[in-house]
């Protein structure tokens, strides 16, 4: 069951340009949409979010899109740095009370100096 | 910045044994949830706790699971009866709206 899917499971990058990181979803209830970081030996860590009222979501040097045609969420990091690389995951919830998460399997990105 | 704490960071068990995976939520959170991610898959969603009771859970949240906030600062997961394949990181995660925080998991390795 893949409501939620990575389909590249890592991604390199040179430091200064841009990172995109895509995320796909089958499930039309979701309605709000995350990205997470993760770091080995630590939590997932909130980075990014967009309602689905919205298509752009803006935070410093990340940018969410979504596009719900074609349910389809990016993820855009510009610059890259050397300390964005981590593994990120995309993650979307509906409108039950709980809000629970669905993750997607991640993508490792790593930035190159 | 206030975070959800996990104890222990590595917990070793054997099949069949009891464990129990302690968390503090952050302190005005309201919503408490379990999530746990076998090694090299997804973060998969177990339960979610609400008003003092359970309010989702996933087919993995079985019998074998339960959980308990005994004194409202500390959450539980207790697994009553440990089988290999619950070997993983469980994460626990609180929010008072949206997003999620999460902290920083316990790795459970069953023997």
């Known amino acids: 069951d893949q409501q939620v899917k990575q389909n590249s499971p890592s991604l390199s990058v040179q430091e200064g340009r841009i990172s995109i990181l895509n995320c796909d979803y089958t499930?039309?209830?979701?309605?709000?949409f995350l990205w997470y970081k993760k770091y080995p030996a630590e939590g997932p860590t909130f980075l990014i979010s967009?309602?689905?009222?919205?298509d752009k979501n803006e935070d410093g040097r990340f940018t969410v899109f979504l596009n719900k045609s074609a349910k389809h969420l990016s993820l855009h990091i510009v610059p890259s740095q050397p300390g964005d690389s981590a593994v990120y995951f995309c993650a979307a919830s509906g409108s039950g009370s709980a809000r629970q998460l669905t993750f997607g399997s991640g993508t490792q990105l790593t930035v190159l100096p | 910045e206030p975070e959800v704490t996990q104890t222990p960071s590595h917990q070793v068990t054997q099949m069949g044994q009891e464990v129990i995976l302690r968390c503090v939520p952050i302190s005005n959170h309201l919503y408490f949830y379990w999530y746990r991610q076998i090694l090299g898959q997804k973060v998969e969603f177990l339960v979610s706790f609400y008003n003092n009771e359970i309010s989702e859970k996933s087919e993995i949240f079985d019998d074998q699971f339960s959980v308990e906030r005994p004194d409202g600062s500390n959450f539980t997961l207790k697994i009553r009866s440990t089988k290999l394949e619950d070997s993983a990181m469980y994460f626990c995660a609180s929010r008072v709206d949206s997003p999620l925080h999460f902290g920083n998991g316990t790795r459970l390795t069953v023997t």
């Open positions: 967009i309602s689905s009222i919205k």
């Open positions: 499930n039309s209830m979701f309605d709000y």
